[in-house]
Each structure stands twice: as structure tokens, then as C-alpha cells.
């Protein structure tokens, strides 16, 4: 069963965000994703550390 990892990191952050491994500073949340093909697929969402999410939930 081959498992593959999905980041998905801000664009242009502050901070570098690690999307090669697991330990990242923003603390990204994982979360698995069944796959079609009956893999898991790994979603990693890395997190801005500027706010910028923040901002865009409070328009
Ligand atoms: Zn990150």
C-alpha cells in the first residue's frame, strides 16, 4: 500500500514551512484521506503564522 503525504502550506509566509517531514513550526494539522485506489493519503495543512487566516475568516 503506498501512502503519500499532501501539503498544503501558505503561499509566500513569513516562515519556511516543513513539507518535507512532519515536524513543522506551525504545528500543521494531519488528517488521513482514503483514497479511491483504497490508499491513505496523509492531508497536511500547514498554518500562516501572520494572521492571515485569521483575517480571512473575520472579513
Ligand atoms: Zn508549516
Redesign the pocket.
Known sequence: MEVTSI?V??VN?L?E???TGDD?????TTEPVPRPDGSIGWL?T??S?DGREQHESNP
Not at 513543522?24 to 500543521?28: R, T
Open positions: 501539503h502550506s501558505p509566509d516562515v514551512h516543513n513539507t513543522c513550526p506551525c504545528g500543521p497536511i500547514h498554518h503564522l
